[in-house]
């Protein structure tokens, strides 16, 4: 099987297949990473024909020494996710829910997932990726902070403090819920 | 809440999260983009490589009002490890030392070293190499050494051209007689 770095230097030549099976193998990754980020499938979307094209045109500044293609792709997806969120009024932010009606005590699987996805959304934006990538998409602290710029160091930090805050904010979902 | 439980819930979100993905429209879209850009980086680059062969003989044909160029454009090139790199020399070789054999499919061709057309260029990153027929006399150009009975004699040469569609480097063919 072809490394990513050899695929994309074959869809730059111009190889169809390549390009298609690079993006098979990495669209799932950067979408849901947007999606995280976002919580908005419009964004997400946008975000992911973005990168990609983004790869197209600037797919030679890619330099492997500096990470892998993946964070490389993360790296775009970010800038890209990142302009849109600071264009976005924080009302359309989702993150907090809209009502208190979920009870945490007996939340259902279906309802755990979402109150960490709006708990996450809450998060300030440099905690929330660096638990996007590393607890959500199992990124490495590598490519997390090939991705993020940031060196291994602070996304240890980051990912902790992130991890931290998600728990206060799940914790006193719950009181509330139950009072 | 303990870690443990934050992370048993960032688990569940994850495996809850890790079939989605971007619908096909994108792919559809992007695949319409890629081709597109194909065509027309396939098309900008043919024109382009064509004008820089075009320059490049009007320079060398300039002192030989001779046989008329035959160009013909070979497989894009792209660098190779500097340890197999053609070496572009901004000094002419000495005589002696021009010629080499190359490993190539055609067993009995042989090349010159490449002799740099410009002064100073952009780093080479991609390019094309253009098979071009010209008259023997062009070799002087570059310093190279031509009997006086055979200037007007047909002789293939090697237009390499950046991206960029300028031309840097050219080199000359012939043919083993052995």
Known sequence: MLSDEELLREARDGDETAFTALYRRRQGAVYRFALHMSGDAAISEDVTQEVFLALLEGGGRFDPSRGSLLSFLYGIARNRVLRRLEAKRPEELSGEPSSDDDVLEDLTRRETIEAVRSAILSLPTQYREAVVLCDLENASYEDAAAALECPVGTVRSRLSRGRGMLAQKLAAKAVRSLS | ?178
């Open chain 2, 1 to 178: 809440m303990s870690e443990d439980q934050v992370l048993q819930a960032l688990r569940a979100l994850a495996e809850s999260d890790c079939e989605r993905e971007a619908p096909p429209a994108v792919e559809a879209s992007l695949l319409g983009e890629f081709r597109e850009r194909r065509h027309s980086y396939k098309w900008r680059w043919i024109g382009g490589a064509a004008i820089a062969a075009g320059a490049v003989l009007a320079v060398l044909l300039s002192m030989n009002h001779v046989a008329r160029p035959v160009v013909s454009v070979l497989p894009p090139v792209t660098p190779v490890p500097r340890a197999a790199a053609p070496v572009i020399s901004s000094r002419a070789p000495a005589a002696s030392t021009v010629v080499r054999r190359m490993a190539r499919p055609q067993a009995h061709e042989v090349v010159t070293e490449f002799f740099p057309l410009i002064d100073s260029a952009p780093p080479f990153e991609r390019g094309q190499m253009l098979r071009v027929q010209l008259p023997a006399a062009a070799m002087r150009t570059v310093g190279l050494p031509v009997g006086e009975d055979h200037l007007a004699d047909p002789i293939q040469a090697d237009v390499l051209v950046g991206e960029e569609g300028m031309p840097r480097a050219i080199r000359f063919v012939g043919f083993d007689v052995q």
